[in-house]
């Protein structure tokens, strides 16, 4: 059902979702933003607790409200949300009342006893996040001993007998070349490969321009995924790269091919506020808080954010563009953060089409709030040599041509 504006009869279901659902078909909630690591390209700056988080009592009157509104899952994200010691409480009762569970975590706290508990539980998914399919890849961006303690809690949890748990992984310029070996991993320890995109967001937005694929890359990514996206989630991560394919929209990669900002997804973080995107925590795209604006209910239904979100939208210049119906203009996260129009092409547009915006250099927001370690961290990054050379442009080559 449309929330706030008339809904056009008949059409395709992604034009439909444009114009926004009762409930989130998913969001993203971020118990905490505490974290035991401190990744280079951390979308949320997670490092140290907020003192002002949801209390026990509040998640647990939030999941009441996901319960009646029907929410279908959610994904717990943070921060590391196994630090929290009401963690393991708080997945109990979300699964007590109807409400599936799918939760990212760094595994280092996924013990034989543990994984144990979350194989016998049902309604309930990991992700275990790994950033490189070797050790000095992943420990570049993740942290030392990273790689390890992943790898460590895949083991557990294929000890304990779960099945399809989900090996997620960041795609950038350095593992791009390792798509394959990360299948392989997933294999070996009976989970699913789950790629998602490096927004510019968080401590992302430092890293941006030494990280985020190059435009030969984006085809090799592409042209994988054609080859692979039935064995592969990817969060609709990737809708910006379906603009390779024909014109007529076929060579669209598997998933909505949809920014779901405020129509289908949102996030809600550890204080109660509520933002349209997961990857654009930002005041610009915050919606309202829990405890001030009538409850998550009452936000997603009527703030005026959302409502904006899900009128009917122009597309902008990108809507002159062959391949619109295919990428429908790209990320508004990875815009809004590297400082482009949010009716304009993506930052990583295929057809080249904001390289020009990006020459002039234009200026970027940064973050709202940044909640990052302030002293040592224990398991620290070791630095890559980041390239600092700009992507070279990838419109001179065509998009209907493999290669």
């Given at each position: ?7 056009p ?15 989130p078909?998913?969001l993203t909630w971020?118990?905490?933003?505490a974290c035991?690591l401190a990744c280079?390209h ?7 607790r907020?003192p002002?988080?949801l209390?026990?009592?509040?998640c647990?009157?939030l ?21 929290r ?14 409400v599936?569970v799918?939760f990212?975590?760094?595994?280092f706290?996924i013990?034989p ?13 990991v ?12 420990d ?9 303690a992943?790898?460590r809690?895949?083991?557990?949890l294929?000890a ?12 950038t310029r350095?593992?791009?070349g ?23 967001s968080?401590?992302g937005?430092d890293?941006?321009?030494?990280l985020?694929?190059?435009p030969?890359?984006q085809?090799e990514?592409y ?12 969060g609709?991560s ?10 007529d929209?076929?060579g ?14 949102c ?11 997961p990857?654009?925590i ?5 919606a309202?808080?829990?405890?001030e604006?009538?409850g998550?209910d009452?936000?997603?239904?009527t703030?005026?954010?959302?409502l904006?979100?899900r009128s009917p ?12 119906d ?8 990875a815009?809004?953060?590297?400082g482009?129009?949010?009716?304009g092409?993506?930052p990583?547009c295929?057809k080249g089409?904001s390289?020009g915006?990006?020459?002039r250099?234009?200026e970027?927001?940064?973050s ?11 398991n620290a ?11 070279v442009?990838?419109c ?8």
């Open positions: 059902m449309t929330i706030g504006v008339e809904r009869q008949g059409g395709r279901l992604v034009d439909q979702f444009e114009y926004g659902l009762d409930a078909i998913c971020e118990l905490t933003y035991n280079v951390c979308l949320s700056s997670s490092g140290r907020d002002r988080e209390s026990t009592d509040e647990k009157a999941v009441d409200e996901f319960e009646r509104m029907q929410v279908f899952y959610v994904n717990i994200g943070g921060g590391e949300p196994t630090v010691p009401d963690f393991w409480e708080l997945l109990d009762y979300a699964v007590a009342h109807h599936g799918k990212s975590t760094n595994g706290r013990t006893e543990r994984a144990e508990r979350l194989a016998a539980t049902d309604y309930v998914d992700q275990i996040s790994l950033d490189g399919a070797t050790a000095a890849v992943n570049a961006v993740r942290g030392q001993g990273t790689y390890d992943a790898l809690a895949m083991a557990n294929r304990a007998g779960m099945k399809d748990f989900k090996l997620s992984v960041v795609c350095h593992n791009i390792q798509l394959d070996e990360f299948k392989a991993i997933a294999d070996t320890y009976g989970a699913q490969l789950r790629l998602t995109r490096l927004r510019p968080g401590r937005a890293v941006w321009d030494e985020h694929p190059l030969h890359q085809r990514l042209d994988w995924l054609v080859a692979n996206g039935d064995q592969v989630l990817t609709d990737f809708f910006h790269l379906s603009a390779y394919g024909p014109a929209g076929s669209a990669l598997p998933g909505l091919n949809l920014c779901g900002a405020g129509r289908v997804v996030l809600v973080d550890p204080v109660g506020d509520v933002y349209a995107c990857f654009a930002h005041d610009q795209f915050l309202g808080n829990l405890r604006d009538g998550f009452t936000i997603w239904k703030a005026p954010l959302f904006d979100l939208q122009t597309g902008g210049a990108c809507t002159s563009c062959s391949a619109y295919s990428c429908r203009g790209g990320c508004m996260a815009k809004f953060f590297t482009l129009p949010l009716d092409p993506d990583e295929v089409n390289e915006t990006l020459a250099d234009p970027r927001p940064g709202s709030q940044d909640h990052s370690h302030t002293g040592t961290v224990r990054p070791v630095p890559l040599t980041l390239l600092r050379t700009r992507p442009s990838a001179d080559e065509s998009p209907l041509v493999a290669g």
